[in-house]
């Protein structure tokens, strides 16, 4: 069964700092790759998604992850985080055939300090 | 707004009662899916649609619940009887299938509380 791991369940970072949230998937065919953003009190957003090509995609707002199909990651990343990026980040995978269920991990709560 | 409808935004029911959600997914998706998100866990799939075919139905989805899509556009989700570890966020996303996929937009939720 396909299943994602997020490993930090809570970070906290100062304005400025570098981010880095891990995510793992288990699952042996093709895959698409999403992360989502929960602003408070907001609906599930798209940050950005992977189907095929450059491993490296960039999405909204700065943030870009990276697809290493060998160690199953899909890690997010951003540079540079400011106050309005504390939110909270969910991993999610889907099969690309067969099933187009989505599959997320438990998410990532970030808090930014100004 | 153009997005992914749900109604009511927040439900209180007894113990017991039966509780019906509605969701208007955007008007070309033709893939609507149904999640549940409880506090500190990440959305759990429940079931999704492909136009009005039941296409995956998670094993979490007991009997009491039940979803449909009559006409391929919305749907609805009820909880029968319902019971207190149904009180969650009832999420709602929709997709357009067609060549590989494409992302999911979610509702704003239906917040279930069983008291």
């Known amino acids: 069964a396909q299943s994602v791991s997020q490993h930090n369940h809570h970070v906290i970072l100062s304005e400025a700092a570098s981010l880095e949230l891990g995510c793992n998937y288990s699952?042996?065919?093709?895959?698409?790759l999403f992360w989502y953003v929960q602003y408070p009190g907001q609906h599930l957003q798209l940050l950005l998604k992977y189907f095929s090509g450059d491993p490296l995609v960039k999405g909204i707002k700065g943030f870009e992850a990276e697809f290493i199909k060998s160690k199953f990651s899909f890690n997010l990343r951003k540079p540079s985080v400011q106050w309005s990026d504390t939110a909270e980040y969910f991993c999610a995978v889907n099969a690309g055939s067969g099933t187009y269920k989505y599959i997320f991990g438990t998410g990532t709560r970030l808090k930014v300090l100004a | 707004d153009t997005g992914v409808s749900q109604n009511p935004r927040h439900k209180i029911t007894k113990r017991g009662q039966n509780v019906t959600f509605r969701c208007d997914p955007i008007?070309?998706?033709?893939?609507l899916y149904w999640y549940r998100q409880t506090l500190g866990q990440g959305p759990e799939f429940l079931t999704y649609f492909q136009n009005e075919a039941q296409l995956e139905k998670s094993r979490l989805l007991s009997d009491r619940f039940s979803a449909e899509r009559p006409k391929g556009s919305f749907s609805t989700l009820e909880i029968q009887r319902t019971e207190q570890g149904d009180s969650a966020m009832y999420l709602c996303?929709?997709?357009?299938?067609?060549?590989?996929?494409?992302?999911?937009?979610f509702g704003q939720g239906t917040r279930l509380t069983v008291v």
């Open positions: 996303a929709s997709s357009l299938a067609g060549q590989g996929s494409t992302e999911a937009f």
């Open positions: 008007s070309e998706h033709n893939r």
């Open positions: 699952y042996g065919g093709t895959v698409n």
